[in-house]
């Protein structure tokens, strides 16, 4: 027979041999009270997710960053969620540095991702990003996770290798519906991933304003895996 810790370990593998391809599971807000859930959720399903976390939620609940980054990526999404493209160049670099230095602060890692809130960004807080390190970061399949009908299983269930999926940290129907989402990866030996700087854009979606929008990010198999 096996011993526990091996037997354990054959079906991890096995499911990461069997994975024809890698999506980007971004989650936004938090941390919260209710993290602890969604990481349990992941971990049941040997899933991976690039937290988006707001800085004044992180000093809140530091021992949720720690988790996540136990499990995935720890990103930035300001200090207090607002319309940085409303705030003084000097405001909004005040936003993402303060949040990167509490993350590193709990992880020992500065975060190198950032979203904007509310998907507000223009060139100065890109440039603000990058010169902290980080890349800008979109998505190209909004759950709609926060709308009174939850259509997140179905989202998931039409996702492709490559694709960044937006959902939230807080809402409960969120976290009632994560395990069936996931399982419309798996179905399809879709597997979740980092999600890292690439030279090649990546659409996020179209705007008859400012046509195409894209952003410069791509999933790959996530560390060790």
Request: hydrophobic fraction near 40%.
């Amino acid at each position: 027979g096996c011993s526990s810790a091996a037997s354990g370990s054959v079906p991890a593998k096995a499911e990461r041999r069997s994975c024809v391809g890698y999506v980007g599971l971004t989650i936004d807000d938090g941390p919260t009270a209710n993290t602890g859930d969604l990481l349990a959720i992941l971990r049941a399903r040997s899933a991976t997710a690039t937290f988006f976390n707001v800085g004044a939620q992180a000093q809140k609940y530091p021992g949720a960053v720690k988790a996540e980054a136990a499990i995935g990526q720890v990103g930035n999404h300001t200090y207090s969620h607002g319309f940085l493209d409303q705030l003084t160049d000097k405001q909004a670099y005040g936003e993402l540095l303060g949040t990167n230095q509490i993350i590193e602060g709990l992880t020992g890692t500065a975060p190198i991702l950032f979203r904007p809130p509310f998907d507000r960004v223009n060139a100065s807080t890109e440039g603000i990003a990058q010169s902290l390190g980080m890349t800008t970061v979109l998505w190209n399949i909004d759950t709609r996770d926060y709308a009174a009908k939850n259509e997140m299983v179905q989202r998931f269930a039409g996702a492709r290798a490559g694709d960044i999926i937006l959902i939230h940290d807080g809402p409960e129907r969120t976290r009632r519906a994560l395990p069936r989402a996931l399982d419309q990866l798996t179905a399809r030996n879709l597997c979740t991933g980092n999600v890292v700087l690439s030279t090649t854009p990546h659409f996020a979606w179209h705007t008859q304003k400012f046509g195409d929008i894209t952003f410069n990010a791509k999933v790959v198999p996530p560390s060790g895996g």
